[in-house]
């Protein structure tokens, strides 16, 4: 069957001098603008994220990981955008609304693993229990409850302790070798606390 080739030579031909469908990406002038709902690399906004680590704990393609380095008090939250599926599950469950937000950013190709395209990490302060030394929260998560809870924190030795900080410097006490209720004013995590309640009021 002669003319089907002919159809196609005569494709070939009229493509050899007609303009190219496809972008000379990464090389085009112009680099290639997504519609507004379109849906890429997730960033973090670092004055707004408290480190609540929700997003992590959503994100179903286990893109976001949440690492406590207790030596130096700190949270490292990290989005690997090699594993990253862009659903939008974390700015969808971020309890600030805002901290996390998905992107036009659709660049995710580097030549080096290490190259910082690849991922987006912030860091947050933490704070610890004074006897168990377990992390309870972030400084930021801890400031963020107090402004919305207002007069309610002075419910809760944790954030009113919190509160005086915010305003002066307190000195580090030492947990004696037993949790005694005196000590229900310290910077504790649950469990301990949970300890006094249950342990020192036999
Ligand atoms: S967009 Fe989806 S996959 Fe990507 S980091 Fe957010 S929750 Fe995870
Ligand atoms: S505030 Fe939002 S972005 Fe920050 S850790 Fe919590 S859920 Fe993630």
């Not at 190219?20 to 379109?38: A, L, M």
């Not at 690997?80 to 974390?90: A, K, R, V």
Request: glycine share 4%.
């Amino acid at each position: 069957m002669i003319l089907p080739k002919l159809r196609e030579v005569k494709e070939a031909v009229s493509s050899f001098f007609s303009k190219p469908y496809t972008s000379k990406y990464p090389f085009t002038k112009e680099p290639y603008k997504p519609v507004e709902q379109f849906r890429g690399k997730p960033h973090y906004d670092d004055k707004v994220c408290i480190g609540c680590g929700t997003c992590a704990q959503v994100c179903p393609a286990g893109a976001i990981t949440i690492t406590d380095d207790i030596e130096k008090k700190t949270r490292t939250l990290k989005i690997n955008y090699t594993h990253c599926i862009y659903c939008g599950q974390c700015q969808e469950h971020c309890i600030t609304e805002t901290g996390i937000k998905l992107s036009n950013d659709y660049i995710t190709a580097v030549f080096n693993a290490d190259d910082k395209a690849d991922f987006e990490e912030i860091q947050k302060q933490l704070v610890l229990c004074q006897n168990c030394g377990e992390p309870i929260a972030t400084i930021d998560h801890l400031d963020w409850l107090i402004d919305r809870l207002g007069p309610k924190i002075y419910g809760h030795p944790l954030l009113m302790i919190r509160k005086q900080e915010q305003f002066m410097d307190i000195p580090e006490s030492e947990v004696k070798s037993k949790l005694r209720r005196e000590d229900l004013f310290k910077t504790l995590c649950p469990k301990c606390r949970h300890k006094i309640v249950i342990e020192d009021g036999r």
